[in-house]
């Protein structure tokens, strides 16, 4: 079982910066690929950011690419999504997930709201 706690959203002004961390229980954190997801008002969730075991390979989706950047630190059981340039398009809840597909696991937090006013 991994549980898994997000925080750093808030409220912040168009080309405005914030940095989200979600901190995961469990020593095994390292064997999971971490993820951010995001979902606006009357949208589906849809993916932002991923970052492998190691943290080799990383992915992004193509509207963030260039002004968001995904890390981790397998030493504090911590990922990372730091946002810079912030739109207002990016305003949604902002969900961390940890996946170990080999094991058919996958885990959410519960999210924080990041708010970009125009």
């Known amino acids: 079982q991994v549980q898994l706690v997000e925080s750093g959203g808030g409220l912040v002004q168009a080309g405005g910066s914030l940095r989200l961390s979600c901190a995961a229980s469990?020593?095994?954190?390292?064997?999971?690929?971490m993820g951010w997801f995001r979902q606006a008002p009357g949208k589906e969730r849809e993916f932002v950011a991923t970052?492998?075991?190691?943290?080799?390979?990383?992915a992004y989706t193509d509207s963030v690419k260039g002004r968001f950047t995904i890390s981790r630190d397998n030493a504090k059981n911590t990922v990372y999504l730091q946002m810079n340039s912030l739109k207002p398009e990016d305003t949604a809840l902002y969900y961390c997930?940890?996946?170990?597909?080999?094991?058919?696991?996958?885990?959410w937090g519960q999210g924080t709201q990041v708010t970009v006013s125009s």
């Open positions: 997930n940890a996946d170990r597909q080999a094991l058919g696991l996958s885990y």
């Open positions: 469990g020593r095994t954190f390292s064997n999971y690929v």
């Open positions: 970052i492998s075991a190691s943290g080799g390979t990383i």
